[in-house]
């Protein structure tokens, strides 16, 4: 059991290249959210997914797309990157039940834009 | 808006000491909240959650408290060990499903052998 998966670990990018931030998880959860986190600050949400096809705006979307094709999978596409992109970012999937709720968070993408 | 903070950025302990950490925060219609344990270079671990329905939960030598009236969270480590250094932070879920925390800034505890 992998929980969640985050590829690649660490990017560098020129300003103004695309790219996809890959996220799996294998844990059939239902919710699935990436967060950015830069340095002294805490977790900021950028977008997040209740289910396949169903896709919202976080805090901070600006910059950033999504899409959940299946429920394994949430990927964050940078547009065209920009230097204030530079961060880590996580990815976490969640499920609710009527007890608790249950968050698993991979273990980052440190990108970097140059 | 919403926030969570806290009230201390860091935290020095002595091994074995109990530790205790705060988060203050300002949405009342916060109904979960979760703490989260973060080591260098890791993603954040899930620690303890609690509901707005209790005031008091209490894990492996972890206890959360939960002040309604004033609006605070508190963490207590038991017993804290060289490996309970890391950043702890607090998290606020405000819109009543699962998908959406707000995050405090983070407090880093070390402690001292």
């Known amino acids: 059991n992998a929980g969640v998966t985050q590829t690649p670990k660490f990017q560098v990018l020129k300003t103004g290249q695309s790219m996809t931030l890959q996220c799996a998880q294998d844990m059939n959860h239902e919710y699935m959210s990436w967060y950015r986190q830069d340095p002294g600050m805490g977790l900021r949400l950028i977008h997040y997914s209740v289910g396949a096809g169903i896709t919202d705006q976080g805090e901070v979307p600006n910059g950033y797309n999504v899409s959940r094709s299946t429920t394994e999978d949430f990927p964050l596409r940078l547009l065209s990157a920009a230097p204030s992109q530079t961060s880590v970012y996580f990815c976490?999937?969640?499920?609710?039940?009527?007890?608790?709720?249950?968050?698993?968070f991979g273990s980052g993408t440190r990108l970097t834009v140059v | 808006g919403e926030s969570v903070g806290l009230h201390l950025p860091t935290l020095s302990v002595q091994e074995g000491d109990n530790s205790i950490i705060n988060c203050a925060y300002s949405n009342s219609a916060s109904d979960y909240f979760i703490w989260y344990k973060q080591e260098s270079g890791k993603g954040p671990q899930f620690i303890i959650d609690i509901r707005s329905n209790m005031d008091k939960r209490q894990g492996q030598r972890v206890t959360v408290l939960l002040n309604k009236t004033v609006k605070h969270l508190s963490l207590q480590i038991a017993a804290t060990q060289p490996g309970d250094s890391a950043v702890y932070f607090c998290?606020?879920?405000?819109?009543?499903?699962?998908?959406?925390?707000?995050f405090g800034k983070g407090t880093k505890l070390t402690v001292n052998p």
């Open positions: 998290a606020e879920n405000t819109q009543g499903g699962s998908e959406k925390l707000v």
């Open positions: 976490a999937s969640s499920y609710a039940d009527s007890s608790n709720y249950g968050y698993t």
